[in-house]
């Protein structure tokens, strides 16, 4: 089970921030998980990718990520940890990976990009080889040509841009990329279901256009659930002893959102689950927005039913769900509610 | 344009009288070409390979070959010299990359196997992206799941094995192998002419079942060359002085065969060019024959019509011709005349 | 902490039963390590490295081993896989890295040779950079200029080097490297001793020629326990189902001796603990002999005083004495005691 | 033989303009290379490295350069092709390396730092290996432990740090750079001398404390050539077509200094030959300033003297003397004379 971490915040935060000084940051949680699914193959060796745009999309809109892989171990890497001191970005995707499909080779580490939409996945799609060839012929030549690496997760990044109206487009709306996000896994559903494949999909996928970000915590399945993912925001992320960082929530103001495979931080209030089978957007002015998937793996009674303002958030599990309540409502009376869609 | 070398021989060769000593070795080659065709990319840095059969293939039908593959340049892969002081085989396949279509990954790297059958290429299918998709929906399923990799020369080696009657089986006709290369190249064709396509391709395929060896020297052309294909044959290979070789025929005995882009010794007399658009197959037994590719490429003008017994060999070209006649004409007399299928 | 693993067979044995196949072997350990005493970097990632000769010393004189290294993860190293499906060897060195000094660049990598021998390491010495100049400036200009990467593993080999009487000698006597491997620990310690270095130096080493393995347990602690070490022996190393290895001892012959830092099968009575400060013999006919290192760190109380025929083994603490005492007499009993030296 | 690049600007300049847009980059240089003196190797794919500052030291005493470097080939770095995309720095080093001495790993890839100073090197010091140990015994402790790799390269950054009255210091003058490159030369000459070493050292050595910059020209022999390096200055790099570029020299502003071991652009105009056996200096505010290295080496008649203001520049070589004199005056005429210290 591969981990993945993404930030989007007003202003740049150094990568080291992010991926090397925490104590558990994504580079140590990739030798020290806790909380993953899979405990058959204890670590995340197999290459590590971080993708990040250096300036705001208002300004250039021809934009595109840069992004930076290896099939070393992250916690090794040289030129990752001397990168991660000096870049600075409003927008970062980082990805851990332990292979489940597609050898180890820089071609499938995640994130890729095309153009200015960046990807990544956390998870896997059960059975891939059996829809592997609808999924491809599904595609128009030019995204069918693009995939360089033989992973499921690329082929759905594929997926995923055939869902939109026009890939090459200079910008997209949030409300775009939330729908194609959706269509993919509708799309996914649907071919394993025709192959007859019962095994559940783990479809926590990431997508950005480097102005909005759209990610999902996802499983094709009614009673299992889906691989972790959290999210945080704030005003600052604060760094109170070495290794050791908090989210400062300063005048009500959210300038940062974190959505991550695991908290970053040792500080619980500062995590958020998101609910299985949920989309988050965050939008260009920073907005969160949670929606629930309601197809055939939707149920009610997955978690608590929390209202903010008019609208539904989403059912969470127990006993998490008292705790996410608790922080909703801290959220509520700073005015600042978690928007839905 | 890359460079490949194969060796198969009555005895074992250590790997580093073929990769490593040659002052013209495959891995020397690597950064000091002669002959190559293509000017503007004028090293092979982008990886290299070698595989091997470590047993005969009557002791065990299960044969497979052991491959190395390095993205980093041949010339400076430490594990690489020193596996070729060690490793011994009677039958090697080796490649250096110069990528013209595919990442530089390890994936990438010939050659492949598929069981006992082991594949490399040096040329190009000329604008594969456009038969790409046409090739894939053509290969049964378990062959389509085979490819990991994303490169002309590994699709091209799917197709090849598609026309196996059964790529599994625990032994290949040379025949077999014979014919499912030419129904390859006319595979080949025949999509690439379907889509207009004018560019010739070059492909200098070889493949190996462990006992028999098909190579072929191809353009898809009536009126250019074919990237270089040369072969020698002898008692054995001898070192006289460090880094220079020469093929020694003793006793009227061919114990040895070598094929490669490029001639691996100084002696001229050692090599003999493979005529253009020609199939050479060496038997489990080490009979070399030679058989013209029929197709409509074919021009009955392009080399020299060699009469061996009852039998032609092909036409090659001026100036060699006389070279290559006077070399045949020597063989005979020598009472080993060069077969014909 | 790394991980090594040694063989010495009379019958070569295929590195895959060694490396690749044990559910607990060398490259599974470095991703599931149960055992180590370094909690702080639960895994060995930084590398790995095997070597191995391919010929009986008696009929070359000149022989060297065939070292494979590498600095990505040994568990997704498709070189390393292949390889041990082939390559068979009578004598076989393997090691996983985690890094404690020394960058993560292949020459940093164990196993190292010297002509015919070869050496590795798992441990550490205590603030090497300490003594690191002493330990350089007390070689000879060509042991000096012999190391290329930076490790205290490779420096203590080229001071074991400086010990023999001549490192180039066509073949040595297990005496000799055994004396060699003492005076190596002493000269250590006096080091450290004489720069007030109070933290104890984990000094597991192993060295052979070919013919001949030395390894040793050590730790410069009267009190402290060394890095795990264990031996087993027999006449065959079975597979009785996948991934589950058991040694075999009929017709009460040994005819190879495994060591490792953790136990390759789940048969306890497989392994015996190699005890704290004692050196390992393994004689060119397989013999094993055992010896305590009677130096300012040995206590007579540190394990179980088992006598062998007229002599001692060594004390080893319990509770893990018993079993070996056990096991010991049970050896006994079939008329071919542990040798003592 | 290697090559070598440096850049200081005004303005930070896109990494891309430097190592991958122009035809005749330095990454097309390691592939392609027309200058060399060593034509044993014809080519550099043994590693690459680039380093940059990222602010003006004036902002922060504390800047670090942050460091790339890389085994694989430059030409197919993929992570380097997109990093240059979108890196700029107002102060850029980079290497590509053909080795010479010590092995092929990162650690042996230039530039180094320590701390804010970093260092590279085109050449080789004369059978180094005589002098390594004195030159290591010459060190302080703390220098002597810096070294990582294994190359003349890296121990002769350690000499020159080692002449620095303090290397550890906030800031230093660009006399205080100078004046330890000429020592650090000074004194590998006398140890060269001193093992009675015939075969000349080449010396090209660059340095910087991401204000100012030293280089030197070098070679310890009055009758061979130095390795070639070029300088050129102007206002803006601009790229008039695809791959082709020319420095632009507006308003009499000099804002951007490059120094090459060949020329970047095909307008020779553009490119002052740096005469053997001189150092120039790149102070903060971007004054070139050259001067003779006058050891035992040095002879007057190696050059043009071109008097420029009240002093002298340099002799240099026949025939280019010629087009130097004139480019000289020409900026002579422009009032902004080359200084000379």
């Known amino acids: 089970m591969c981990r993945l971490l993404l930030y989007k915040g007003k202003q740049p935060i150094l990568l080291a921030h992010l991926l090397t000084n925490p104590a558990h940051s994504i580079i140590n949680q990739s030798f020290d998980s806790k909380l993953r699914l899979d405990h058959r193959r204890p670590l995340n060796g197999d290459g590590f990718g971080v993708g990040w745009y250096d300036s705001e999309p208002e300004k250039d809109t021809r934009i595109t990520p840069c992004i930076f892989t290896s099939v070393t171990p992250a916690w090794n890497n040289t030129n990752l940890v001397r990168l991660a001191e000096k870049v600075k970005s409003p927008l970062v995707f980082a990805h851990v990976r332990a292979s489940t499909s597609g050898a180890v080779t820089e071609v499938n580490c995640h994130p890729w990009n095309y153009g200015r939409i960046m990807w990544m996945h956390n998870g896997g799609i059960a059975q891939f080889d059996k829809i592997k060839r609808k999924l491809q012929n599904s595609l128009p030549e030019e ?102 960082y908090r989210m400062i929530k300063a005048d009500r103001r959210e300038d940062m959102v974190v959505v991550a495979s695991e908290p970053l931080t040792f500080e619980k209030a500062d995590w958020l689950t998101i609910p299985t089978n949920t989309v988050l957007v965050i939008t260009p002015k920073l907005n969160v927005l949670l929606q629930p998937i309601k197809d055939q793996y939707y149920t009610g009674d997955r978690g608590l039913e929390v209202k903010v303002g008019e609208t539904e958030v ?5 006993p998490k769900a008292q705790l996410f309540k608790a922080q909703v409502e801290e959220q509520m009376r700073h005015d600042r509610p978690m928007s839905v869609i």
Chains 1, 2, 3, 4 share one sequence.
């Open 143 to 244: 995204l069918f040509l693009f995939v360089q690496g033989n992973t499921d997760s690329e082929w759905a990044f594929a997926l995923f841009l055939s869902f939109l109206s026009n890939p090459n487009a200079e910008r997209f709306e949030h409300q775009e990329l939330k729908e194609a996000m959706v269509k993919t896994i509708a799309q996914l559903n649907t071919w394993t279901e025709e192959e007859g494949i019962k095994e559940p999909s783990l479809l926590n996928f990431a997508v950005t256009d480097g102005a909005s970000v759209v990610c999902v915590r996802y499983i094709s399945s009614k009673t299992e659930e889906a691989a972790s993912l959290y999210f945080s925001s704030g005003t600052r992320f604060e760094c109170y002893q070495p290794g050791y």
């Open 314 to 318: 989403a059912r969470i599990p127990e």
